[in-house]
């Protein structure tokens, strides 16, 4: 399917006909995100590595550990969210953070990302996370731990998994 003349992925591509969207603006003093100190360089940080403080109204932020996490306030977001139509508590919210710098998180119904060139590719991601409950499948370089058996999508081994019995058929 289409979303403003830009083709989604599956499955989303599928759903999409049956969902809602509403929009609810609310314009922050300054524009973007603010950046933790010492990241420096790239996008619209500042290349000293000089911490920026933006006065936005969803308190967004990139992470320092990790800049592509790009945070904002839960229940400030769920607050200008309840202002949309549906029942909050069983919407999934996402803020659009107007920043050039790649970013996002998603999880417990709410998705931020940034509205830069990557846009709808980091929307589809962060939904995963946001209104299907699913976590990143990729090696973050350290051993995952054993309580990563209750994830729907992830298991601490790749043997015995819960979905072995799908593995090599064709469906």
Known sequence: GEA??????APWDRYMPLTNVF???????DSGASYPKGQDG????????????KN????CRYGTTQLRHLNCDFSKVQALGSQAPPN???????ALVNDVTYGGSGGNRVASIYTGTKMLQLLMHQLG????????EYSYGFAEPKNLQNL???FYQQVATPWDQWIGKNA
């Open 4 to 9: 403003g003349g830009t083709l989604m992925s």
């Open 23 to 29: 929009a609810v603006f609310q314009p922050s003093v």
């Open 42 to 53: 790239g996008g619209g940080l500042p290349a000293d590595g000089t911490e920026v403080l």
């Open 56 to 59: 936005n109204n969803l308190d």
């Open 88 to 94: 909050v508590e069983k919407a999934t919210v996402i």
């Open 129 to 136: 996370h946001a209104d299907a409950d699913l976590w990143d």
């Open 152 to 154: 729907k999508n992830c």
